[in-house]
């Protein structure tokens, strides 16, 4: 067996010919990012360009309510509104939720699991450079001829109908559909790649019922992305196929069905809910523990409550359409549905404040963001209950009551946990502290811009303002608390601005954090900070959940903690004793061949240029030949039986 | 428990054929169960584009544009090409035979019958399509040639990466570059190209064999 180091400098087998690109060696430098196949490095390359999106997305949605500020607005035009509203929606579910649960989960999977990397390291990468072609292949359609105009959800027929029929001119549904498409595929890709290191990479004595939450969950996810993903992208398919190829799929003159094109979209998007917030539940699962000096109450029932909502998850997607006219029955049914959902919602947050109750509670910024969590989720999903009745939901249907509703489960929530894992895993991933006094600052400035933005919003709703409207006339009654709402968003704009200075500042300050700042329970502190490429010198031997704290800690004969002597794994591991014995998957360049070719294909398809198609398939393909037949490690002499990602 | 042990670092032990999933913690390698992970997807994925069939089917009728699947059929011609992407998953599975006992001769001859008979299947489909669109069957006519179309086409995307995928593979044996202790890899092919031959007996049924309301 050889090191990592000598793996790249030995020369290719003698059956291998020289190819076109030689496999990079590189693991260090720039360069090492783009054909990384580290999961800690994909991860900050997840978080980092999730984060500018979340800026991008940020800044539409400061647009959208400096034009809503006053009645009569005219920052800007109907037409840019509408692309506003639909990219801010479709970045911050696309292009923010789905991967910063990829980041968190990419980092700390492997971490928490005791492995030294992901199943499949080559489509992590491949994942992220799908993600990162995909959201700027949307974006250039600002500069192509029109961005996404339709709403985030696109309903048919509005975003099906032939553009020269005009009712959407520009191709902004195009790029919106061909994108979806292709972010699709990369998380499909993400999703069976988390399954399988989950399901097949467990340290020894880690079994499932000692698995940290946070896993659990993205254990969850995984399912649901990988069932939700097909029915959108077949609706995709066809609102593409009738836009361009003058199909009838949603075509009502010709016996198609518009709202065939709500429940695919609705099976899709409702499990997409707890796809973003499920890993927000996972973080703030880890932090609480963490911070209480307590494990989680109820680690079972916790576990079960989150596979429970995946399942039920299933079975309430028409409550987003009780307005189309479904009938009674149908009705009836989802809206019980939806009011059992709340069940294991509802249990969740009782172990959460379980946990918290009677703990030695450190109110550090983590823990405020977690609290900040509880006590927002827990609004927007009283909110959410209200819905499931259903003639209290025909009158909030389309009004900013939704809009509050849902900011709240999933800014409220999945932003403040995303927050949260921030300040918690700073150091693990970059060696040193967040400024805990900033981070403070950051949340309460967050908290009151948030609540000042959206919970005006439910009154607004009550009185009847229509969400997507890109004006209100004056008198309508709505003019101070829209005002109040822009006002908000301008301080969460300045609480996200703290969380950046804080991020320079301590960068260069850099308080070095070791190995166990915040006394953790969990493996990914047994490592150093930043861990070792390879994670963990030796696998970790797993004896109890929260296998950190049962080395650190045991009880007295009355029940009281006592700190067990040696301390030794707060300190950072020893070099592993035969550095020669551990195999790392070497970088690559094909994940990124193959991921250029999908936006090619993607404006072959968008303008209809069936040479630029050709060449992106060709790319693709060649991506997918060289990939194929290329070992994970470097090279394939031995101990690598064929695995074939 | 070995999974345990060789999860642990511990060096492989060196089998004539080695199991890839042997250290893995349900003894099913990682390569296999994405693949099984993934065909769960693609499941979905079809499973919609039947639904979708399925719910238009016979809406024709309401709103009488245009001709009725009835009078393009051509079922006899169809079975023979479905049986033969049927015999196809005979060959795939006689080629990971022949790998798994080292017979490389015969590897490659089933899996050049395998891509064979996919190639056939696919031209028959193309035969199909032109002769349907030349007696006025297009996208556009009616429901139905917007789901016939769309959902055997996309079937047929999938067999031509099956019979892609499976040429990469035939490509490299020639090379000398599949030794037998990769026969997964010809496994896994086989996964892929089995699933969608099961989706296409489905699709056969739903379209040609069960007879349209009208």
Same mark, same amino acid.
């Given at each position: 067996m050889t090191t990592v180091e000598d793996a790249q400098s030995v020369v290719r087998p003698?059956?291998?010919?020289?190819?076109?690109?030689?496999?990079?060696?590189?693991?260090?430098?720039?360069?090492?990012?783009?054909?990384?196949?580290?999961?800690?490095?994909?991860?900050?390359?997840?978080?980092?360009?999730?984060?500018?999106?979340?800026?991008?997305?940020?800044?539409?949605?400061?647009?959208?309510?400096?034009?809503?500020?006053?009645?009569?607005?005219?920052?800007?035009?109907?037409?840019?509104?509408?692309?506003?509203?639909?990219?801010?929606?479709?970045?911050?579910?696309?292009?923010?939720?789905?991967?910063?649960?990829?980041?968190?989960g990419n980092y700390l999977v492997p971490l928490m699991i005791g492995a030294r990397d992901v199943a499949f390291p080559r489509i992590n990468m491949l994942g992220f450079w799908i993600f990162a072609f995909g959201g700027l292949f949307i974006y250039s359609s600002f500069a192509l001829g029109g961005a996404p105009d339709a709403g985030w959800f696109g309903y048919a027929p509005l975003s099906s109908t032939p553009m020269n029929l005009g009712y959407l001119p520009g191709r902004g549904p195009d790029f919106w559909t061909v994108g979806l498409i292709m972010l699709g595929i990369g998380s499909v890709a993400t999703a069976v790649n988390f399954l399988v290191t989950i399901i097949n990479m467990r340290a020894p004595g880690m079994s499932f019922m000692r698995m940290p939450v946070f896993v659990w969950m993205m254990l969850v996810i995984a399912f649901l992305t990988l069932f939700a993903m097909p029915p959108i992208t077949s609706a995709l398919i066809m609102v593409f196929m009738d836009r361009n190829f003058q199909t009838n799929f949603f075509?009502?003159?010709?016996?198609?069905?518009?709202?065939?094109?709500?429940?695919?979209?609705?099976?899709?998007?409702?499990?997409?809910?707890y796809i973003l917030i499920l890993p927000g539940m996972g973080i703030v699962s880890e932090i609480l523990p963490v911070f209480s000096r307590k494990p989680l109450f109820g680690y079972a029932i916790v576990v079960f409550s989150g596979i429970a909502i995946g399942f039920l998850g299933w079975g309430v997607w028409a409550h987003h359409m009780f307005a189309s006219g479904l009938g009674p029955v149908a009705v009836s049914a989802f809206g019980l549905t939806t009011m059992l959902i709340a069940i294991p919602t509802g249990v969740k947050i009782f172990n959460w404040l379980g946990t918290v109750w009677g703990g030695a509670v450190r109110l550090a910024a983590p823990m405020l963001f977690a609290l900040g969590f509880i006590a927002q989720f827990t609004i927007g999903g009283l909110s959410g209950v209200m819905h499931s009745i259903v003639p209290s939901d025909t009158q909030q249907t389309d009004t900013y009551f939704v809009v509050a509703h849902f900011h709240y489960v999933l800014f409220g929530g999945l932003i403040f946990?995303?927050?949260?894992?921030?300040?918690?895993?700073?150091?693990?991933?970059?060696?040193?502290?967040?400024?805990?006094?900033?981070?403070?600052?950051?949340?309460?400035?967050?908290?009151?811009?948030?609540?000042?933005?959206?919970?005006?919003?439910?009154?607004?709703?009550?009185?009847?303002?229509?969400?997507?409207?890109?004006?209100?006339?004056?008198?309508?009654?709505?003019?101070?608390?829209?005002?109040?709402?822009?006002?908000?968003?301008?301080?969460?704009a300045l609480a996200v601005l703290v969380f950046l200075v804080n991020v320079v500042f301590s960068a260069k300050r850099r308080v070095p954090a070791g190995a166990d700042p915040w006394d953790g329970r969990t493996l990914e502190w047994t490592t150093s900070s930043p861990p070792p490429e390879y994670n963990f010198a030796e696998i970790p031997i797993v004896t109890h959940r929260d296998e950190l704290w049962h080395r650190k800690y045991t009880e007295d004969d009355e029940g009281r903690l006592v700190r067990l002597p040696s301390g030794a794994a707060t300190e950072a591991p020893e070099a592993p004793a035969d550095p020669h014995g551990i195999h790392l998957p070497s970088p690559s360049y094909w994940p990124l061949v193959f991921s250029a070719g999908l936006p090619v294909m993607g404006y072959g398809f968008v303008f209809k240029n069936w040479w630029l198609l050709a060449v992106g398939i060709t790319l693709a393909l060649f991506g997918l030949n060289g990939w194929a037949f290329e070992p994970s490690t470097a090279p394939d002499a031995h101990a690598d039986g064929g695995s074939h990602s | 428990m070995s999974a345990i042990v060789a999860a642990g670092g511990?060096?492989?032990?060196?089998?004539?054929?080695?199991?890839?999933?042997?250290?893995?913690?349900?003894?099913?390698?990682?390569?296999?169960?994405?693949?099984?992970?993934?065909?769960?997807?693609?499941?979905? %994925?079809?499973?919609?584009?039947?639904?979708?069939? %399925?719910?238009?089917?016979?809406?024709?009728?309401?709103?009488?544009?245009?001709?009725?699947?009835?009078?393009? %059929?051509?079922?006899?011609?169809?079975?023979?090409?479905?049986?033969?992407?049927?015999?196809?998953?005979?060959?795939?599975?006689?080629?990971?035979?022949?790998?798994?006992?080292?017979?490389?001769?015969?590897?490659?001859?089933?899996?050049?019958?395998?891509?064979?008979?996919?190639?056939? %299947?696919?031209?028959?489909?193309?035969?199909?399509?032109?002769?349907?669109?030349?007696?006025?069957?297009?996208?556009?006519?009616?429901?139905?040639?917007?789901?016939?179309?769309?959902?055997?086409?996309?079937?047929?995307a999938h067999v031509t990466i099956g019979i892609i995928w499976l040429l990469i593979l035939w490509g490299r044996s020639m090379q000398d570059r599949l030794p037998t202790e990769r026969y997964e890899s010809v496994e896994i092919a086989g996964l892929y190209w089995h699933f969608v031959d099961i989706v296409w007996i489905f699709i056969f049924t739903a379209i040609y064999l069960i007879p349209a309301t009208k």
């Open positions: 003698p059956a291998r010919r020289a190819s076109l690109l030689e496999r990079p060696k590189t693991t260090t430098g720039w360069f090492s990012w783009i054909t990384t196949v580290d999961h800690k490095k994909i991860a900050i390359l997840y978080g980092g360009l999730s984060l500018v999106f979340f800026l991008v997305g940020g800044i539409e949605a400061l647009f959208i309510r400096l034009q809503l500020a006053q009645p009569d607005g005219t920052v800007l035009t109907a037409a840019r509104y509408n692309e506003f509203f639909t990219m801010h929606g479709t970045t911050m579910v696309f292009l923010v939720g789905m991967p910063m649960a990829a980041a968190f075509n009502a003159a010709a016996g198609g069905d518009p709202l065939m094109y709500q429940h695919l979209f609705w099976i899709f998007g409702h499990p997409e809910v946990a995303i927050f949260g894992g921030f300040y918690y895993w700073w150091p693990k991933v970059f060696g040193h502290m967040l400024n805990d006094r900033m981070g403070k600052i950051n949340f309460w400035l967050l908290v009151v811009g948030f609540n000042l933005t959206f919970f005006p919003m439910h009154f607004l709703g009550f009185e009847g303002q229509p969400r997507r409207t890109y004006t209100y006339p004056e008198g309508m009654g709505w003019d101070f608390l829209n005002l109040l709402a822009t006002i908000g968003s301008f301080v969460i | 511990g060096e492989v032990a060196h089998h004539e054929i080695p199991d890839p999933g042997h250290d893995t913690n349900t003894g099913v390698s990682h390569a296999k169960l994405a693949m099984w992970l993934f065909l769960s997807s693609e499941s979905l %994925f079809f499973g919609a584009f039947i639904t979708t069939y %399925f719910l238009y089917r016979g809406r024709d009728t309401q709103y009488l544009k245009g001709p009725t699947p009835s009078e393009f %059929f051509n079922i006899p011609f169809t079975s023979v090409t479905s049986f033969i992407l049927l015999m196809s998953s005979l060959s795939m599975v006689l080629a990971l035979a022949a790998i798994q006992r080292g017979d490389h001769r015969r590897l490659r001859i089933w899996l050049l019958a395998t891509c064979m008979f996919g190639i056939i %299947f696919i031209s028959g489909q193309v035969y199909e399509f032109t002769e349907f669109y030349r007696e006025g069957l297009q996208l556009s006519t009616n429901m139905f040639g917007t789901t016939f179309y769309v959902l055997t086409g996309l079937h047929g």
